[in-house]
């Protein structure tokens, strides 16, 4: 069970009554930045997060400030390179940006990784989310190749020791 927190944010396991929250969260930010909400293809996944995380030996969470989601993370394992997962669905509303919440995720995320035996962490992302690819940037992900989802137009990754 996660529960961490973040100064006044609390990051916890997903439950099943975060399904609607959480893909409202990742609806309004990909409007923000002019990408398209994709129910049946990209964003399935957290339409259907028992199927496609918990199933699979993943794990997603959210981020609550004050009882509300404003953020999510999650990761699972995928083919792509040896004992490798890709972290998915790393979104923040605005409200939750600029304290530092991003890095702070990003490293619990890679903590719970590293702790399953995992060696490799896939991300893709698009240009257009300037944040988050500075964020990785500066926290040791490399360019990769090999684009998986159709709106991103970036793939970093990163082995862990």
């Known amino acids: 069970m996660i529960n ?3 100064q006044d944010f609390l990051i916890r396991n ?3 009554g975060d399904r609607i929250p959480a ?3 990742i609806r309004s930010v990909l409007t923000e ?10 964003d399935r996944d957290v339409l259907q997060v028992e199927e496609c995380y ?6 997603f969470w959210v981020i609550e400030y004050q009882t509300h989601v404003v953020g999510t993370g999650a990761y699972y394992p995928i083919h792509r390179g040896k004992k490798a997962v890709e972290i998915r ?9 600029g304290v530092g919440l991003g890095k702070y995720l990003l490293q619990k995320l890679e903590g719970a990784i590293a702790k399953r035996g995992f060696q490799q962490i896939w991300i893709e992302t698009a ?7 500075k964020l990785y940037e500066s ?3 490399q360019p990769a190749t090999g684009v998986e989802t159709t709106r991103c137009d970036r793939v970093y990754v990163k082995l862990l020791a």
Do not use: F
Request: negative net charge; without cysteine; proline residues 5%.
């Open 139 to 141: 926290n040791g992900y």
């Open 127 to 133: 240009s257009v989310l300037a944040e988050a690819v």
């Open 23 to 25: 893909s409202e969260v």
């Open 4 to 6: 961490h927190y973040y």
């Open 14 to 16: 997903w439950e099943e």
């Open 89 to 97: 669905k790393m979104y923040l509303l605005p409200s939750a940006r």
């Open 33 to 42: 930045y002019g990408l398209a909400w994709e129910p049946d293809g990209a």
């Open 54 to 59: 918990l199933a699979t030996g993943g794990e």
